[in-house]
């Protein structure tokens, strides 16, 4: 089996990195890990732990030190089905948008880059620099998916579990892999002018109290 690569750094939405790895998990893809530092720390401060098994249990997994640069990942001879890299922060994306290696995050994007294999990068980081829109682009030009972290709205989502799951489930279209986790787009739904009903409560836009 050629394992899929997940990574988590240090931006803010460790919830979509651990939701891709409980589905992989699920499914039996055996995944390796990679976790940074800032990684960790976000994990900690948004889930209540930094510790991956706290999370999705010690099996089905392995996981590899952010700071071992011989790790099977940093070759391209040791075979893989794809990296992601979910959340992405932005300091991890001009890393691999220039070349620059200096843990196995880098390395392992870099040898997916090399050996032309799914890479995809889940930046979440709002407003965007021209930088960090520059080195996406370079990204993109180099055959990476870019696959920012904005939810859309036209399956009524009810729950936070519910945004979290839309982002996933364009990696998992993108990684090939079967899931239920998202209504797709049948079509356009019949609806009274002026309203939009959201969620399960049937709330429109104008009892919203934003409005």
Do not use: F, W
């Given at each position: 089996m050629n394992h899929p690569i997940v990574a988590i750094t240090g931006a803010s939405g460790a919830c979509?990195?651990?939701?891709?790895?409980?589905?992989?998990?699920?499914?039996?893809?055996?995944?390796y890990v990679v976790v940074s530092p800032?990684?960790?720390?976000?994990?900690?401060?948004?889930?209540?732990?930094?510790?991956?098994?706290?999370?999705?249990?010690p099996t089905g997994y392995r996981e590899e030190d952010v700071r071992d640069l011989t790790s099977p990942l940093a070759s391209g001879s040791f075979?893989?089905?794809?990296?992601?890299?979910?959340?992405?922060?932005?300091?991890?994306?001009?890393?691999?948008?220039?070349?620059?290696?200096?843990?196995?995050?880098?390395?392992?994007?870099?040898?997916?880059?090399k050996e032309r294999r799914p890479l995809m990068v889940v930046p979440r980081e709002t407003p965007l620099s021209p930088i960090a829109l520059q080195n996406m682009l370079t990204l993109v030009q180099a055959g990476v998916h870019v696959v920012p972290a904005s939810p859309g709205f036209y399956h009524a989502p009810s729950s936070i579990q519910d945004l979290v799951d839309f982002v996933v489930a364009r990696v998992l279209d993108l990684m090939k892999i079967s899931h239920a986790l998202s209504k797709r787009w049948t079509g356009m739904p019949s609806f009274e002018m002026g309203t939009l009903h959201l969620g399960k409560r049937g709330q429109s836009l104008k009892d919203c109290?934003?409005?």
């Open positions: 979509y990195g651990i939701r891709l790895l409980q589905v992989l998990i699920a499914q039996k893809c055996e995944p800032a990684g960790r720390q976000v994990m900690a401060i948004e889930l209540g732990s930094g510790d991956l098994k706290d999370h999705v249990g075979p893989t089905s794809g990296m992601v890299i979910i959340p992405c922060s932005t300091g991890t994306l001009g890393a691999i948008a220039h070349g620059i290696s200096t843990n196995l995050i880098h390395r392992a994007a870099e040898v997916h880059l109290p934003l409005q």
